[in-house]
């Protein structure tokens, strides 16, 4: 028996991510006398493949080849599902994003395997198999049994420590038998360039309506600058135009889980908090006692962001200096 860790990369590079589903994997595997099995579709090099072994790897499966160098939900379902048949995986680990998100529903019904998806912790009993996740977009949890022979789990991001346990691992190459020619076909790939990507981002600094103005955005931007973050915003504040709407996070736009989250002059609704309850500090600052982002947050200030940033940046400078 086995675990397989479906192990994204990004331009051939492993994030954060990448080892906390590893360091996961390693531990569920002390819990289930397995072993763990880590897969890589595309281009990575050996060196960068051998540091999933840090985490705990034993074995890593690379699937190199150029038609899979570009995301196709059909084409990696086929080869997940197929290693985690070659490889006897009983339990198939996949990131909670927007790639896993897409790819576990596919991988479960190929497998015919139970389904948890945003899962938190380890399994709390493994006969039956019971996990606890996260449910009504992160302001509850519950704990779901998985009775199915095979179970898929995508796991939320900063909801476990990446922790190093190292192995030697086996490296070997898998091609797949069948055609992996993609249903669609990427012609070209624009990225942004010239500052943090808000994905990527370990800080982010977010305004919302109490910003009052899309001119009193500078101080949020001096904050970022400072703290090398990201910015970001609400989506009244990008419906109103006064941010680019690639800055809007919350269920309807860009799910992050960064280090540390400042949310200045955000209300916290529901639909917003279910995009960044992820972060592992949020810090809010807002005029009313009783907005939903305090119960979400770890640090709060009751007052004016637009005073408050002026002071916050002023501490942060001094200790900075």
């Not at 476990?160 to 992996?180: A, G, Q």
């Not at 809010?284 to 006692?289: E, F, G, K, L, Q």
């Amino acid at each position: 028996m086995s675990i397989l860790v479906y192990t994204e990369n990004w331009d051939g590079k492993f994030k954060k991510q990448s080892f906390e589903l590893v360091s996961y994997a390693s531990k569920l595997a002390e819990k289930t006398a397995s072993n763990v099995v880590a897969l890589s579709i595309g281009s990575v090099e050996e060196d960068e493949l051998k540091k999933l072994g840090t985490f705990g790897a034993s074995k890593i499966v690379a699937v190199n080849s150029s038609d899979v160098e570009v995301l196709d939900n059909q084409v990696y379902t086929k080869l997940i599902s197929e290693v985690a048949i070659k490889e006897q995986a009983n339990v198939i680990l996949i990131a909670h994003n927007t790639t896993g998100k897409g790819l576990a529903p596919r991988v479960s019904v190929r497998l015919q395997a139970g389904l948890a998806s945003s899962v938190v912790e380890l399994p709390s009993a493994m006969s039956p198999f019971t996990i606890k996740k996260k449910v009504f977009s992160g302001k509850a949890f519950t704990n779901e049994i998985i009775d199915t022979e095979k179970a898929v789990l995508t796991l939320a991001t900063n909801s476990f420590e990446v922790i190093e346990n190292p192995k030697n691992p086996e490296i070997s190459n898998y091609s797949s038998e069948d055609n992996l020619t993609p249903t669609t076909k990427v012609l070209n790939v624009s990225k942004q360039t010239g500052k943090i990507l808000l994905s990527d981002a370990e800080v982010v600094v977010s305004g919302g309506r109490g910003m009052k103005s899309g001119d009193n955005w500078e101080p949020i931007e001096e904050l970022a600058d400072i703290l090398g973050a990201a910015t970001a915003c609400s989506r009244p504040v990008s419906d109103e135009g006064w941010r680019p709407h690639g800055e809007h996070t919350g269920q309807t736009g860009k799910i992050i889980a960064p280090n540390l989250y400042f949310a200045f002059g955000i209300s916290g609704a529901i639909q917003h908090l279910a995009g960044v309850s992820s972060s592992k500090c949020i810090v809010a600052v807002n005029t009313d006692p009783d907005a939903p982002i305090f119960e979400a947050a770890d640090y709060g200030i009751v007052g004016d962001a637009i005073k408050v940033l002026p002071e916050l940046i002023d501490a942060i400078k001094k200790v900075k200096s």
